[in-house]
């Protein structure tokens, strides 16, 4: 029996780099650097045609050696080594030429990013995948979660979507489905609430994944998942459906390393490189 999954993205013979998207991933900060190479690499091995990482100019050394399929982005820091609102501008201009966007992942926190990324979030029309510290910005603005000028992802872990939504983190856990369908529908997003069997939802129709093991339970791990929905997004999947199939996708990829690695032994970047195995699985699956 096939998989209950949304139809993989099209990849025609006479393709090119610009037929499977550009991705922007905005993201990290000093001693961050792996979040935004992660996300980079989630976004590159979920098909884009073309990567952008954007980041603190201080750490685009480390992220441009990590990776040279990588285009980087260099940004206005702090004295912290974090984005600055001054930032915001290069951002912009960046994004007004990509087809998907991830932010978050290794931000930190300060006044100036909360500025940011209430700014982005409101007003960038373009699918976006809002993870991490983007997420812990938002949660003091709750007013602007349901004012966004396109189409959102937001992928909290349960300690995150307590802070987004003032609940206890028992009381989410207690009743995942209902709790994610609640603040989709409420803020017109949707929602990946991260866990065993992680909670994907538009507040309309609810899916639980069924890929994933405990090793998955490691630093890194979230920052790839939200390269990879945006890739899909720069690719021209729905929301929900990019949320969807990247869920199982990262989940099955953790369960191709673990099955070599073991689940103690699997690490964030094991994921990027059965990323792939998990792609022709899944083809041949459906």
């Known amino acids: 029996m096939g998989l209950d999954l949304p139809s993989l993205p099209e990849r025609p013979h006479d393709a090119h780099k610009g037929t499977f998207g550009r991705v922007a991933v905005v993201?990290?900060?000093?001693?961050?650097?792996?979040?935004?190479?992660?996300?980079?690499?989630?976004?590159?091995?979920?098909?884009?045609?073309?990567?952008?990482?954007?980041?603190?100019?201080g750490i685009l050394p480390i992220v441009a050696g990590f990776e040279p399929s990588f285009l980087t982005v260099p940004l206005a820091e702090d004295s912290e080594g974090r984005l600055t609102a001054a930032a915001c501008g290069a951002i912009e201009e960046k994004l007004a030429d990509?087809?998907?966007?991830?932010?978050?992942?290794?931000?930190?926190?300060?006044?100036e990013i909360r500025e940011l990324t209430e700014r982005?979030?409101?007003?960038?029309?373009?699918?976006?995948?809002?993870?991490?510290?983007?997420?812990?910005?938002?949660?003091?603005?709750?007013?602007?979660?349901?004012?966004?000028?396109?189409?959102?992802?937001?992928?909290?872990?349960?300690?995150?979507?307590?802070?987004?939504?003032?609940?206890?983190?028992?009381?989410?856990?207690?009743?995942?489905e209902q709790s994610a369908a609640e603040f989709a529908a409420a803020n017109r997003v949707v929602v990946l609430l991260k866990g065993a069997g992680t909670v994907v939802t538009d507040g309309r129709d609810t899916f639980v994944n069924s890929s994933?093991?405990?090793?998955?339970?490691?630093?890194?791990?979230?920052?790839?998942?939200?390269?990879?929905?945006?890739?899909?997004?720069?690719?021209?999947m729905s929301a929900v459906d990019a949320a969807r199939l990247g869920a199982y996708l990262h989940g099955l990829a953790g369960d191709l390393a673990a099955a070599v690695h073991s689940e103690p032994g699997l690490i964030a970047s094991d994921l990027p490189r059965y990323l792939g195995m998990a792609?022709?699985?899944?083809?041949?699956?459906?």
């Open 98 to 111: 990509m087809d998907a966007a991830a932010v978050g992942p290794g931000w930190g926190q300060s006044q």
């Open 279 to 286: 792609w022709i699985r899944t083809a041949t699956e459906r």
């Open 27 to 57: 993201a990290g900060s000093r001693g961050m650097s792996g979040a935004a190479t992660l996300a980079g690499l989630g976004a590159l091995r979920g098909g884009a045609g073309l990567v952008y990482v954007c980041v603190p100019e």
């Open 212 to 236: 994933g093991n405990s090793g998955m339970g490691t630093g890194g791990t979230g920052d790839v998942l939200t390269g990879l929905i945006a890739a899909l997004l720069a690719q021209g």
């Open 120 to 176: 982005l979030y409101k007003e960038s029309s373009l699918p976006m995948v809002v993870d991490a510290d983007a997420l812990n910005a938002l949660a003091t603005a709750p007013a602007a979660l349901a004012d966004h000028a396109g189409p959102r992802v937001v992928t909290p872990h349960p300690g995150e979507f307590a802070k987004l939504t003032g609940r206890e983190i028992a009381e989410i856990q207690s009743n995942r």
